[in-house]
Nanobody
Framework: QVRLVESGGGLVQAGDSLKLSCAAS????????MGWFRQAPGKEREFVAA????????LYADSVKGRFTISRDNAKNTVYLQMNSLKPEDTAVYYC???????????????WGQGTQVTVSS
């Protein structure tokens, strides 16, 4: 199990940018695929983005494609989510997660952070 801690959330206006960080503990971070999920009030948790252990291959939800970018720095045990052109519908708690298999479904992810709040005002 990997301990994950998200940071970087906040309150911004529509059109602004934010960069989330997820710091991981453990000696095997570079072996995990990593993902970002989000959950808005009253809605189910949904997939946002994922990357392979190297960070070379990525997947994105259609709703964020072209606006969000997932990346990682294995030397720092950190994964990032750069969010540009933010919209009010992006408002949610954002969760970082680690998986042994590259994919988009929650059942693949074994470790989860506590989440960080992102609020986008209109």
């Amino acid at each position: 199990q990997v301990r994950l801690v998200e940071s970087g959330g906040g309150l911004v206006q529509a059109g602004d940018s934010l960069k989330l960080s997820c710091a991981a503990s453990g000696r095997t971070f570079s072996r995990y695929s990593m993902g970002w999920f989000r959950q808005a009030p009253g809605k189910e948790r949904e997939f946002v983005a994922a990357c392979t252990p190297s960070g070379r291959n990525t997947l994105y939800a259609d709703s964020v494609k072209g606006r969000f970018t997932i990346s990682r720095d294995n030397a720092k045990n950190t994964v990032y989510l750069q969010m540009n052109s933010l919209k009010p519908e992006d408002t949610a708690v954002y969760y970082c997660a680690a998986a042994g298999i590259f994919g988009t479904t929650m059942n693949l992810f074994d470790s989860w952070g506590q989440g960080t709040q992102v609020t986008v005002s209109s």
